[in-house]
């Protein structure tokens, strides 16, 4: 698997390099759970999503490693490597405003209590300015994170499933806990129309976090 996906002709040196490290990361962190061609493919898989819509090439290995990480936590869970700690997956259409509001809070107050991701049916290009300066006023920084899609690993991982406006393009998992949170979309909007989606998400975070038995900090 490796002589295949590292030696593929679109790939600089550069990039080519900066994968092999990320994938020999992740060798290190998921050896003995998961085999070579799995990180591998996740891996690679994971580039590919990102690569069709960046305009910034040499960001891509650290997303694309991230996200694999990400989808082979999930994985573990899913095939029972790994305690199951409650799991909530947010989504949205560009996964760039609410989505992103609901994980920063969700992570803030849970700790390493519960776990949290979140993805989008359409992800945009980055994280809406006016949701990164809204949760930097009640002292959350968002501004690492990054638009991304959903998969399958990371839908069969979650406990709950909470979407806000995907619509039909949410996956649809049998078996799965889902809650539709009506919230104003908050694209293009200035920060004053922000704080009151931003706290609106707050209060139903919070009130998840009560309903999973999660203290919040």
Excluded at 38 to 50: A, G, V
Excluded at 78 to 83: I, K, L, M, R, S
Excluded at 162 to 172: E, F, L, S, Y
Excluded at 205 to 214: I, K, N, Q, T, Y
Aim: charged letters at 25%; glycine letters at 8%; hydrophobic letters at 40%.
């Amino acid at each position: 698997m490796a002589d295949q996906t590292y030696r593929r002709p679109d790939l600089s040196i550069d990039l080519h390099h900066a994968l092999t490290t990320a994938a020999a990361r992740l060798h290190g962190e998921f050896d003995g759970t998961f085999g070579t061609e799995t990180i591998e493919r996740f891996l690679h898989s994971s580039y590919d999503q990102f690569a069709v819509r960046s305009t910034v090439p040499n960001f891509l290995p650290l997303l694309a490693e991230r996200f694999a990480r990400q989808r082979l936590h999930a994985l573990a869970k899913v095939e029972g490597h790994t305690e199951g700690k409650p799991t909530v997956l947010f989504l949205c259409v560009h996964n760039a405003g609410r989505s992103q509001m609901a994980l920063g809070f969700f992570q803030h107050l849970a700790g390493d209590r519960a776990v949290a991701w979140s993805g989008g049916s359409e992800p945009g290009h980055e994280i809406n300015p006016s949701a990164i300066a809204a949760m930097a006023e009640r002292g959350i920084d968002i501004s690492r994170e990054y638009p991304k899609p959903w998969t399958d690993e990371i839908v069969r991982a979650a406990d709950v499933v909470i979407t806000m406006g995907c619509g039909d393009a949410c996956p649809v998992f049998p078996g799965k806990r889902y809650l539709d949170w009506q919230l104003d979309d908050p694209a293009g909007k200035g920060v004053e129309d922000v704080r009151p989606v931003r706290d609106e998400i707050e209060r139903r975070v919070r009130g998840l976090l009560d309903e999973l038995g999660v203290p919040a900090t």
